[in-house]
């Protein structure tokens, strides 16, 4: 085997603990012996056969586990352009309301997802550690949010 890549998700409760893992197998080929003997000198060198790729996935069928890594990714980007959004709407018109919205969206959405993935990753942080800090950042996005609202 030349080698094995593993992938984790970080945080994605749907499918916790689900991995998919990647290993790359190049078949050997044999020696070539020739008329006068094993020799290393006459030894040729092995043509290269293509790479072997399988993906194994544990916590759901492979497909399942991949369109949530990507939906994920997907939404994370969504989550970011939102936020942008409401910054370049703050940078343009230096409305306070807007400026605690963009504060607010980003605890909401963004950053929960990035604790996901980095906390996911992480093995010395336990899983309920990694959801008192997400729903943590969800509960305080929430609450800006409102005092954007209810103070203008």
Do not use: H
């Amino acid at each position: 085997m030349i080698g094995t890549t593993s992938a984790t998700t970080g945080g994605l409760e749907a499918i916790r603990g689900a991995t998919a893992s990647v290993a790359f197998r190049r078949p050997t080929s044999g020696r070539v012996v020739s008329p006068l003997g094993d020799s290393p000198a006459l030894e040729s060198s092995p043509t290269p056969d293509p790479v072997q790729v399988s993906v194994d996935s544990v916590g759901g069928s492979t497909p399942v586990v991949l369109a949530a890594i990507v939906t994920f990714f997907v939404a994370t980007v969504l989550a970011v352009l939102v936020t942008y959004r409401f910054v370049e709407g703050y940078r343009r018109t230096k409305a306070r309301p807007i400026l605690w919205l963009a504060v607010g969206m980003f605890l909401l959405a963004p950053s929960p997802m990035f604790l996901r993935l980095l906390a996911g990753n992480v093995a010395a942080i336990p899983l309920s550690a990694q959801l008192l800090l997400t729903t943590l950042s969800e509960l305080c996005g929430l609450l800006v949010i409102l005092y954007a609202v209810y103070t203008t």
